[in-house]
């Protein structure tokens, strides 16, 4: 595997990054106090978040294998790819391809170190440090040019990503090009993007969440449905469509994901009782 150094990015530790404090509730023990305690408050505020952050891990691996069984795709792109777990996508697509071939993209420098281990002896797996509100950087990356072919069909993946891109950003051009440019532009048709993102059916609670996150030093736009759904526009989802992802082909034989950290076991089970934000998405062809 080649890796992009970025020896001159250094890691936040004055801050909480999305990647660290995500895979906290997944598990990772990869964080730091500042994570942990940021991930809190946002659980006080949405005790559901645990239990739709796990949801999300377990539908990347539904749609990973329904995109490499069903759909024949050979090559990924998982953009916003966070730090590694159990049940990875190269894992996942291998497991059933083995020729299957993936770029992670992150832009916390974290998971660039983590992933190098990780993925020390697969050549057809890399993982690349660039920030995935620009598609061209991760475009023009060799390890990209290296492993992805776009005269064939690609999976691009935003999964639990949505939500970091603000239709209007400082970094960028926006969710909507963020989201569709490699799909739109470079993809042939046959490509599929699959994609989630954070929702709520009340604009108000949306509104509240999204300031909590911006004021802590994450991109957040918590959008609704509708809003969601309308950056989606041109593609054609595969059943069951853009749903709660919890109910995109659910199926409780798939591979348990690692067991919720003490601290977090006051909140399992928590979107059973409320549910004033979910994960909202699905898996899109390219026509």
């Known amino acids: 595997m080649t890796t992009q150094q970025h020896a001159d990015t250094p ?9 660290r404090a995500y895979g906290w509730l997944l598990g990772s023990k990869d964080n730091f106090a500042i994570d942990r305690e940021f991930a809190l408050k946002t659980l006080e505020a949405f005790p559901e978040a645990l239990d739709v952050a796990r949801q999300n891990r377990q539908f990347l691996y539904r749609a990973v294998r329904f995109l490499t069984e069903e759909a024949g795709i ?10 590694p777990t159990n049940q990875n996508v190269h894992q996942v697509a ?37 920030d995935f509100r620009e598609p061209e950087a991760v475009l023009e990356h060799p390890d990209t040019k290296r492993l992805i072919d776009f005269s064939r069909p690609v999976a691009i993946l935003f999964l639990s990503i949505g939500h970091h891109l603000k ?3 400082d970094v960028g051009k926006g969710a909507h090009y963020a989201l569709r440019h490699i799909i739109d532009d470079l993809a042939v048709s046959g490509s599929y993007l699959a994609v ?6 009340d604009p108000a609670v949306g509104a509240k969440m999204s300031e909590s996150f911006n004021a802590a030093g994450i991109p957040w736009q918590t959008r609704t449905p509708a809003e969601f759904a309308k950056l989606m526009e041109g593609l054609e989802p595969v059943e069951p469509g853009l749903v709660n992802i ?7 034989n798939q591979p348990p ?3 919720v950290p003490p601290q977090l076991e006051p909140y399992e089970g928590a979107a059973k009782r409320n549910l004033q934000i979910y994960e909202y998405g699905g898996v899109l062809r390219k026509p």
């Open 74 to 83: 050979e090559q990924f792109i998982d953009l916003g790819c966070g730090l």
């Open 196 to 201: 989630t993102q954070v929702a709520s059916d």
């Open 246 to 252: 919890r109910d995109w082909r659910p199926d409780p």
């Open 94 to 130: 291998q497991r059933f391809n083995p020729r299957a071939r993936v770029v992670y993209v992150d832009n916390d420098p974290i998971v660039l170190a983590h992933g190098r281990a990780l993925l020390a002896d697969n050549d057809a797996t890399t993982v690349i440090t660039a």
């Open 167 to 169: 239709d209007v950003d």
């Open 257 to 259: 994901l690692d067991p």
């Open 11 to 19: 890691i936040p530790f004055d801050r909480p990054t999305a990647a």
